[in-house]
């Protein structure tokens, strides 16, 4: 049995009227909108970077960037003097397997050099310490602008693209560290990577 309520004498399709018609709900509040997210990342990232892009990345200071360049030069002239040292064991075993094979075996003599570099800097720059023998004897290492590790297959790739840079570009392009952001070279740019003094980054 329903209740005597106004409600069940209006029709189905009746409209209810919260309010009288014409009266205006006092003190009433807008609705708040909802805030929006903050802007992580950039929608374009030139170089040097913006100033936008930069507050994505952590703080360095400017010490951590002092000496760089010339530092860099310096780790790639010990680097390729010990790749040299190391591919003279590698040359004597290719030999013995050119003799071994009438000859076949010397076609190995073009691939001496990048694998043992590649393998060199898979071990090295990819390894714990984020750099090679050059670069801790002169105090820097990479790192990843998003703080991930450099992994062997990275720091491969690093040194592939900077060979391709030079290959196309000529050595000239390394000048470009005097003008982009953290003196970043463009093997830096395209893996998101720098370079930096490993005792005052962290």
Same mark, same amino acid.
């Given at each position: 049995?329903?209740?005597?309520?106004?409600?069940?004498?209006?029709?189905?399709?009746?409209?209810?009227?919260?309010?009288?018609?014409?009266?205006?709900?006092?003190?009433?509040?807008?609705?708040?909108?909802?805030?929006?997210?903050?802007?992580?990342?950039?929608?374009?990232?030139?170089?040097?970077?913006?100033?936008?892009?930069?507050?994505?990345?952590?703080?360095?200071?400017?010490?951590?960037?002092?000496?760089?360049?010339?530092?860099?030069? !310096?780790? $790639?002239?010990?680097?390729y003097a &010990?790749?040299? #040292? =190391?591919?003279?064991?590698?040359?004597?075993i290719v030999?013995? +397997?050119?003799?071994?094979?009438?000859?076949?075996?010397?076609?190995?003599?073009?691939?001496?050099?990048?694998?043992?570099?590649?393998?060199?800097?898979?071990?090295?720059?990819?390894?714990?310490?984020?750099?090679?023998?050059?670069?801790?004897?002169?105090?820097?290492?990479?790192?990843?602008?998003?703080?991930?590790?450099?992994?062997?297959?990275?720091?491969?790739?690093?040194?592939?693209?900077?060979?391709?840079?030079? !290959?196309? $570009?000529?050595?000239?392009?390394? &000048?470009?560290? #005097? =003008?982009?952001?953290?003196?970043?070279?463009?093997?830096?740019? +395209?893996?998101?990577?720098?370079?930096?003094?490993?005792?005052?980054?962290?």
């Open positions: 049995m329903r209740g005597d309520c106004p409600l069940n004498r209006l029709g189905a399709g009746a409209p209810i009227h919260l309010l009288p018609q014409g009266e205006k709900v006092q003190n009433a509040r807008p609705l708040a909108r909802a805030p929006r997210p903050p802007h992580i990342l950039p929608d374009k990232v030139s170089t040097p970077m913006t100033a936008a892009a930069a507050d994505t990345v952590p703080y360095l200071p400017e010490e951590a960037l002092a000496g760089v360049r010339s530092r860099r030069v !310096a780790a $790639f002239l010990i680097d &010990l790749i040299a #040292l =190391f591919m003279a064991p590698v040359w004597l030999a013995v +397997l050119g003799l071994l094979t009438f000859g076949f075996g010397f076609a190995l003599f073009g691939v001496v050099f990048p694998l043992t570099a590649l393998s060199y800097v898979a071990l090295t720059l990819g390894g714990p310490r984020q750099a090679t023998f050059g670069m801790q004897a002169m105090d820097i290492r990479i790192e990843r602008l998003d703080g991930r590790f450099v992994d062997p297959m990275t720091a491969i790739v690093h040194t592939v693209l900077f060979w391709l840079a030079n !290959a196309i $570009f000529s050595p000239l392009i390394l &000048l470009a560290t #005097l =003008f982009t952001w953290r003196k970043r070279t463009l093997h830096d740019n +395209l893996l998101g990577a720098q370079v930096v003094r490993a005792s005052i980054s962290h």
